[in-house]
């Protein structure tokens, strides 16, 4: 009971609380949308539309990706090639300046990158 905060109710829940993606980039390979958190969240969300392929820098922090749609994705670092599916999971280390991912299917696929702010 101790961690419920029973003045997040009605419109602040709505206002403060529920994300509003807004567009950040795009160009015909690909879109990119911010998916603001809670200011109180020690992390950020982006989310990438993916058509072709596109280049994610990451400002030396840990990016923790999903794919949420689609068949799957090839993430290339360092020139070495790593093959994801649906609802898998995995990690970019803060090591890695920039990573790519390319479209495996015939299908665009949705990535989301979570990294701390």
């Given at each position: 009971?101790?961690?419920?905060?029973?003045?997040?109710?009605?419109?602040?829940?709505?206002?403060?609380?529920?994300?509003?993606?807004?567009?950040?980039?795009?160009?015909?390979?690909?879109?990119?949308?911010?998916?603001?958190?809670?200011?109180?969240?020690?992390?950020?969300?982006?989310r990438y539309s993916?058509?072709?392929?596109?280049?994610?820098?990451?400002?030396?922090?840990?990016?923790?990706?999903?794919?949420?749609?689609?068949?799957?994705?090839?993430?290339?670092?360092?020139?070495?090639?790593?093959?994801?599916?649906?609802?898998?999971?995995f990690i970019i280390?803060?090591?890695?300046?920039?990573?790519?991912?390319?479209?495996?299917?015939?299908?665009?696929?949705?990535?989301?990158?979570?990294?701390?702010?």
């Amino acid at each position: 009971m101790q961690n419920l905060s029973f003045e997040r109710k009605g419109e602040m829940v709505s206002r403060e609380l529920i994300s509003k993606p807004r567009l950040v980039a795009e160009s015909d390979a690909y879109a990119l949308y911010h998916l603001p958190t809670h200011a109180e969240h020690l992390y950020d969300v982006h989310r990438y539309s993916i058509k072709s392929e596109v280049v994610v820098v990451t400002n030396g922090k840990v990016n923790v990706l999903n794919v949420v749609d689609g068949s799957g994705v090839m993430v290339e670092v360092n020139g070495a090639e790593y093959s994801y599916h649906y609802a898998e999971t995995f990690i970019i280390p803060a090591s890695v300046p920039a990573y790519t991912l390319r479209v495996t299917g015939a299908t665009a696929i949705m990535v989301v990158v979570a990294f701390i702010k």
